[in-house]
């Protein structure tokens, strides 16, 4: 079964640094997402993209954080210079047309120190 | 905006019990309407769904059904097992153009033998 891929599974990080979450959606979808659960809290959108434009960000999704999808197969969150409080799970996840559900990554979870 | 409010948990309950686990939300005109879980260390899956008032989604011996009247979609199984154990979220998207999951806050189910 198709599924969605998130790498590494766990990063650490100094505060200030940059990072890169990595994700590859499933083939054939067409809607790509990151969304962020920090420990014990519900799950947050941060942005949408499609057709290679940003179609939705939420207000968590500020300067500090970019999307980009470089190729045909992956699909990447930067943060450019973490703080303490982005420590979280970043989930990726894709769907194939509007207003479906999403299938979602297993998680990457960034702790950042 | 859209939200989602979900019963506070954890739901302690031996095996075989039955569960319900209440979702109510807020949405203007008619949301999609989900159920996903989280097992221990995973990430997100989607448990069922439903589109329209009405529609009752099931898999695994879970069911919830669209409740218009009552803007509901609580989650029912007639007898949990050990392997239930989880946190549920119950999530929609609206209609308004954008295709973000708004999550509520999940609700962690405890199943013991």
């Known amino acids: 079964e198709p599924e969605v891929t998130q790498t590494p599974s766990h990063q650490v990080t100094q505060m200030g640094q940059e990072v890169i979450l990595r994700c590859v959606p499933i083939?054939?979808?067409?809607?790509f997402y990151w969304y962020r659960q920090i420990l014990g809290q519900k799950v947050e959108f941060l942005v949408s993209?499609?057709?290679?434009?940003?179609?939705?960000k939420s207000e968590i999704f500020d300067d500090q954080f970019s999307v980009e999808r470089p190729d045909g197969s992956n699909f990447t969150l930067k943060i450019r210079s973490t703080k303490l409080e982005d420590s979280a799970m970043y989930f990726c996840a894709s769907s194939d047309r509007e207003n479906t559900e999403a299938f979602f990554g297993q998680g990457t979870r960034l702790t950042v120190v | 905006g859209d939200s989602v409010t979900q019963m506070e948990g954890p739901v302690t309950l031996s095996e075989e019990a039955f569960l319900t686990i209440n979702c109510t939300y807020t949405?203007?005109?008619?949301?999609?309407l989900f159920w996903y879980v989280q097992y221990p260390g995973e990430g997100l899956q989607l448990l069922l769904k439903a589109t329209k008032a009405d529609d009752k989604g099931s898999n695994k011996g879970f069911e919830a059904t669209y409740r218009k009247e009552t803007t509901s979609f609580h989650l029912e199984k007639g007898s949990v097992q050990v392997s239930d154990s989880a946190v549920y979220f119950c999530a929609l998207i609206g209609n308004t153009g954008f295709q973000k999951l708004v999550f509520g806050t999940g609700t962690r189910l405890l199943v013991s033998p």
């Open positions: 949405a203007t005109g008619y949301p999609s």
């Open positions: 083939s054939n979808h067409l809607y």
């Open positions: 993209f499609y057709n290679n434009e940003i179609s939705e």
